[in-house]
């Protein structure tokens, strides 16, 4: 059965969410992910705008992407011609978002449509100054990633004193769209997730943490490797001790009460 497509004949009519869902590689993963995601919010009677952003995919994941498309889906394709990391797609989504509410999840389903729709509704009930996420429990993963994930979320606990999360990488992250603009995120890395969160606690958001049943990929290969915990050691000790924090504090700090509220 065809999708009907809620954004078709909207003209410039903004769409409630926009989601973004950086794709590297999972052209086996997008036709039994995204499909049920976009069936959530519609029978959930929201106007949802999705967001695939082919990361420099070297197998077919534009085309699916593309086949995604003409069956209707209320999707926008974006490409990065050659990848560059993570944050680079996601940063190349939420440029062009068009909802009151934006946010990012990724591609490989290990959060569920409806614990997805649960961190929107979350959100849309609380107030304005409030990013909603996931926290994953009950993961499906190997011993080692889950030992990899305790010491990072622990050791940005030890370097950034009351960092808002206890599962800093995990997705969908939601805000309202002007907040999320705000933070004018810059990391093109793993890092992103971070820095999201970073700035959460500097903005004195409201950050609402919801319990979800983490799963497995639903096809494909995982994209982190050894080298992405040395990345996140680099980016932890640059972002604590180097300029890119200090500038972003000082930018923010310089905008007239009361568009924000900083410490």
Same mark, same amino acid.
């Given at each position: 059965m065809p999708f009907?497509?809620?954004?078709?004949?909207?003209?410039e009519r903004r769409p409630e969410l926009s989601l973004v869902m950086p794709c590297y590689n999972e052209e086996e993963c997008l036709e039994l992910t995204v499909p049920p995601l976009v069936q959530a919010f519609q029978q959930a009677g929201v106007?949802?705008? %999705?967001?695939? #952003?082919?990361?420099?995919?070297?197998?077919?994941?534009?085309?699916?992407?593309? $086949?995604?498309?003409?069956?209707?889906?209320?999707? #926008?394709k974006a490409v990065v011609p050659v990848n560059r990391g993570l944050g680079l797609g996601i940063l190349?989504?939420?440029? *062009?978002?068009?909802?009151?509410?934006?946010?990012?999840l990724c591609a490989d389903g290990q959060v569920a449509p409806e614990s997805v729709l649960l961190v929107y509704r979350a959100l849309h009930a609380a107030d304005g100054r409030t990013l909603a996420k996931v926290r994953r429990r009950f993961r499906k993963d190997s011993w080692i990633?889950?030992?990899?994930?305790?010491?990072?979320?622990?050791l940005m606990l030890l370097l950034f004193p009351g960092m808002p999360s206890l599962d800093i990488n995990?997705?969908?992250? *939601?805000?309202?769209?002007?907040?999320?603009?705000?933070?004018?995120?810059?990391?093109?890395?793993?890092?992103?997730?971070?820095?999201?969160? %970073?700035?959460a606690q500097y903005?004195?958001?409201m950050v609402m943490e919801i319990d979800v049943p983490g799963y497995l990929r639903q096809r494909g290969?995982?994209? #982190? $490797? *050894?080298?992405t915990v040395f990345e996140f050691a680099g980016n932890i000790v640059r972002y604590r001790f180097g300029g890119p924090w200090r500038q972003w504090r000082k930018q923010v700090s310089e905008i007239p009460a009361p568009e924000v509220n900083v410490v």
């Open positions: 009907e497509n809620p954004l078709a004949g909207m003209g106007d949802l705008e %999705l967001i695939l #952003v082919d990361n420099g995919s070297v197998d077919g994941t534009g085309a699916v992407i593309s $086949r995604l498309i003409e069956q209707g889906l209320p999707i #926008v190349t989504g939420l440029r *062009i978002c068009r909802g009151r509410y934006a946010g990012y990633r889950k030992i990899v994930s305790m010491g990072y979320n622990g995990g997705n969908p992250k *939601i805000l309202p769209a002007e907040v999320l603009a705000l933070m004018d995120l810059t990391s093109t890395d793993w890092f992103v997730d971070a820095e999201v969160m %970073l700035k903005l004195r958001l290969n995982s994209n #982190v $490797r *050894i080298q």
